[in-house]
């Protein structure tokens, strides 16, 4: 079973690969060649055949219920039902609609934004809502994170706002059509009522019912940092405590009843209550991947109890992983179904052939603690490969927090959420128990992730497969010679983006949607232009795409940031990126130093230092000046000996004529000012800059409008090749003093998946 399962994965698999959705016909040539193959091959080839199949059925029934391009930026109006749990936050409402009747173009499911809504919407309700829908869209940036995937995954077909108006009313309220989803919302409201404001309610509240909204980000970068995040994706581990908690509390007291034992054995009774349990926990917890993964092989497990059959533990994970696949086939699209059964299999791997624990406590603890190093190597090199990232400190940190979750917070959470309704005082007595222990230990925990340590650089796929028999061969134990296995892992462990050479630069525009954030990385120095927005939810693209962009390249210093006006287009990915490299020189103005939170050298012209053979020069604002707002943008000229690059922020008519009469800003690749507005790019000063590229930093289908027409052509008609992140995604420089300036990489078009969407419009065009 684990052969057939591995085979119909890698079906499904190689499906998620592809950059495009192959026709009907490519599956018919696909199968052609197995109908010739003798019955072994034949079997095998149809299993990886029927993987591919039923994904491409599913991505191509979801592909099919997108938005209709027309249909974007369109004020529509329509009616559905509420599908999530909104996430509530500072005047911000978010959430999945179902629509319901079903709209011409318009998909099934779309996500929704609401800024200041007059009555909070809740799971269940239905609305009639006037919206601006576009098509699902996320940052393409190395190291970041994927939302269109995400979005793909989850069969959102659309995201927008809700526009304020009279066509905007709730119809009805929650009436148990969705029983699963309002009774996690009214737990999550209850959670919120008994726990108030304590720092703990977003953690209780992900680990009780899934819903992590609360859970603040500056929580999620402590778990991030420590390699703990795991913890709060209710999985294998919590479903597996909920069940054992039952299992074993149910036969002690089926035996302690009278008569009960004469009808149906305690273990039989046991069995099937904590499946019962299991199951439900499951659903209140959003029957995710992992959960999925850990009921299907509980089920199993249970099943085989109940029939009095000894478990194999690899058969019953090739039933699960079918099983999961077979439910949803576009599952390897997550990094968590990866992470949960590559967990599995090395516990598996490491326990396999080992001698029992003995000794008591002392020999469990010893098992424990092999099991903890087992997952942790084991999945260091899938952690990179997925996320760029594997924290030094979470062998040590896991090895605590678990139990730590495992035997008093999760039970203590759980058992308050089920006695809130029959004991309330008992069960927010126990409630706030398991807050004052998540409180108390977590000083130590942001102490674990203050100590820093990681290993980074994302690897390709070809370092990640020859680590995957290196792994085997350590974690074993029934295979002699493991540290011959060491080598196996150094293409993971040394894997990064080779620094350019003495003399060269590297310039990489990052996609911040309306914003602007790029890099520059000579030879042993890095340096950030600007960190792009923060939002209103809280997050920010410092903590999104600044700073899992560098962890991708093996980052692990800056040397400078420059902030170049206080904007928060610019400015407000800035604390992030310092809280990171708080040792970074931070070059701004002074009020956007105050926006950064620190002190600042001021930004001035006459600044200039070198690098690495790399000059670095600021050229406006000049030391004593009247300028204000845009155009006191700190405007930055890098150059080398093979091109030179120039980085304007937002500076406008007044500074550009100023820089252009100094005749000092000639440069290959030029960042256009202000995101292309009206109000920039002079015709003076694309005359004198003079570029070969010229890149605009603006967000999809802006709400100005941005790069304006007019501004796009007088750059092209110059003889610069235009691109807009929003079109490109990162875009990337080489700058040689061997070969000049490189043509740009740009990473939509390199990571393209079937799902990624669409190119916008040409820049300059309406979009």
């Not at 997925?386 to 730590?404: W, Y």
Request: with cysteine; proline share 7%.
């Amino acid at each position: 079973m684990r052969y057939a399962a591995v085979l119909f994965l890698a079906g499904s698999a190689l499906l998620g690969a592809l950059p495009a959705l192959p026709s009907p016909g490519w599956l018919a040539a696909l199968a052609a060649p197995a109908l010739l193959w003798r019955r072994r091959r034949a079997a095998a080839a149809w299993l990886l055949i029927a993987g591919f199949a039923w994904a491409w059925l599913q991505a191509g029934e979801r592909l099919d219920d997108r938005l209709d391009a027309a249909l974007e930026g369109a004020e529509l109006t329509v009616v559905g039902t509420v599908a999530s749990l909104p996430v509530l936050r500072d005047g911000l409402a978010r959430f999945d609609l179902d629509v319901e009747p079903k709209l011409p173009g318009v998909p099934a499911r779309v996500r929704l934004s609401w800024y200041r809504a007059p009555v909070e919407p809740a799971a269940g309700e239905r609305w009639r809502l006037a919206v601006r829908l576009k098509s699902p869209r996320g940052f393409m940036n190395p190291g970041g994170f994927d939302y269109e995937a995400l979005l793909f995954r989850e069969a959102v077909g659309a995201t927008g706002y809700v526009r304020s108006g009279s066509a905007s009313r709730r119809l009805a309220a929650a009436r148990g059509a969705r029983p699963v989803l309002e009774t996690r919302a009214r737990i999550a409201g209850e959670l919120a009522r008994v726990l108030g404001d304590r720092s703990a309610l977003g953690i209780l509240s992900g680990l009780c019912v899934g819903a992590r909204e609360r859970i603040t980000r500056e929580q999620w970068d402590v778990f991030a940092a420590t390699g703990t995040t795991h913890l709060m994706a209710i999985s294998g581990l919590h479903v597996g405590l909920v069940a054992g908690f039952v299992f074993f509390g149910v036969r002690r007291l089926w035996r302690l009843a009278p008569g009960c034992g004469r009808r149906i054995a305690a273990t039989d009774a046991a069995a099937a209550a904590s499946g019962v349990a299991a199951l439900g926990y499951s659903l209140l917890a959003g029957f995710t991947v992992p959960t999925q993964r850990a009921l299907i092989m509980l089920g199993v497990v249970l099943g085989l109890l109940l029939l009095r059959r000894t478990p194999r533990p690899a058969h019953h994970l090739g039933v699960a992983l079918l099983a999961v696949l077979l439910i949803d086939p576009l599952a390897p699209m997550a990094p968590g179904f990866w992470l949960s059964f590559a967990a599995v299999g090395v516990i598996l791997l490491g326990i396999s052939g080992t001698p029992a624990a003995t000794g008591g406590a002392a020999g469990r603890f010893v098992q424990y603690a092999r099991i903890q190093w087992v997952v942790s190597l084991g999945l260091a090199p899938l952690t990179l490969w997925l996320f760029g990232r594997a924290p030094a400190v979470a062998p040590l940190v896991n090895l605590l927090l678990i139990p730590l979750f495992s035997f008093v917070i999760i039970p203590l959470a759980l058992a308050g959420v089920a006695l809130l309704w029959l004991l309330p005082p008992l069960g927010g007595l126990l409630l706030h128990a398991a807050a004052f222990v998540i409180e108390r230990s977590w000083p130590a925990v942001e102490w674990s992730a203050a100590l820093g340590g990681s290993f980074g650089g994302q690897p390709g796929f070809g370092a990640l497969a020859l680590a995957v028999p290196g792994i085997v061969w350590l974690v074993w134990h029934r295979l002699p010679g493991r540290a011959v296995a060491l080598f196996l892992l150094l293409p993971v462990v040394l894997a990064r983006p080779a620094a350019p050479a003495h003399g060269d630069f590297r310039l990489t525009l990052l996609d911040v949607g309306q914003g602007l954030a790029a890099v520059v990385r000579t030879h042993r120095h890095t340096l950030i232009y600007d960190a792009g927005p923060s939002f209103e939810s809280g997050s920010d693209t410092g903590t999104l795409v600044v700073l899992p962009y560098l962890a991708s390249q093996g980052i692990r210093d800056v040397a400078v940031l420059v902030v170049s006006h206080e904007d928060n287009d610019h400015a407000g990915g800035a604390r992030a990126v310092l809280a990171r490299f708080p040792r970074a020189r931070l070059v701004a103005g002074p009020r956007a130093a105050a926006v950064a939170g620190r002190h600042a050298t001021p930004c001035h012209a006459g600044l200039r230092w070198w690098w690495d053979g790399v000059s670095f020069a600021i050229v406006h604002p000049p030391r004593a000046h009247g300028y204000a707002g845009n155009d006191a943008s700190c405007v930055l000229r890098v150059s080398a000996e093979g091109g030179s690059a120039l980085l304007p922020g937002d500076i406008e008519r007044a500074a550009e004529t100023a820089l252009a009469a100094a005749g000092t800003i000639d440069a290959a690749i030029v960042i256009v000012p202000h995101h292309g507005s009206a109000t920039s790019s002079t015709a003076s000063f694309v005359a004198a800059v003079r570029a070969r590229y010229a890149h605009v930093p603006a967000g999809y289908r802006n709400r100005w409008g941005f790069p304006r027409p007019d501004v796009a052509a007088r750059w092209r008609q110059a003889g610069a090749r235009l691109l807009t992140s929003a079109g490109s995604g990162a875009i990337t420089h080489e700058i040689s003093a061997r070969r000049g300036v490189s043509a740009p990489r740009e990473h939509r078009s390199e990571a393209r998946k079937y799902w990624t969407a669409r190119e916008p419009a040409p820049a300059g065009q309406d979009t």
